[in-house]
């Protein structure tokens, strides 16, 4: 199945989503997260709130909760052995086992905690880095992939409804 149709059939249902811009913009391909959701800034839905969370997501906790989301969709780098610049849908319970980027606190814990007080829809959009070393640009690939996603959640956020 498609990337864009996995996240239609995960967006279903929803009534407010946050999206989590997660890494470091001065690590390569780890600023992926954080420029999709600089790249959406006016163009999804006011059902849809970014959030440009960087190396710290769990200090967004308190935002998250009070926005009190159906759906939370966590946008980062993951290693999961494929091609640099693949995306994939991953259910936050593969989490765990993946290599993230650089956060103070794994996401896994983020996701038990949001799990645990609002209980919303997770969900993690990674993408396969190239390069994460400090002081490097992102990598072609993942700019390619950045914009491809940029353009795919624009359309699936912007008259979102439902």
Partial sequence: M???DQLKKWLRKSRKIVVLGVGNPLRGDDAVGVEIVRQLRGRTSKRVKLLECETVPENFTSKIRKLNPTHVLIVDVAEFSKKPGTAKLLSVA??????????????????????????????????????????TGMSEEVKKTSKETVKMLEKLLRNHSS
């Fill in 94 to 135: 593969k989490i765990s086992g993946l290599a993230v980027s650089s956060h103070n606190a794994p996401l896994s814990m983020l996701a038990d905690y949001l799990k645990h007080t609002i209980n919303p829809k997770m969900a993690l959009l990674g993408v396969q880095p190239k390069q994460t070393e400090l002081g």
């Fill in 2 to 4: 498609a990337l864009s």
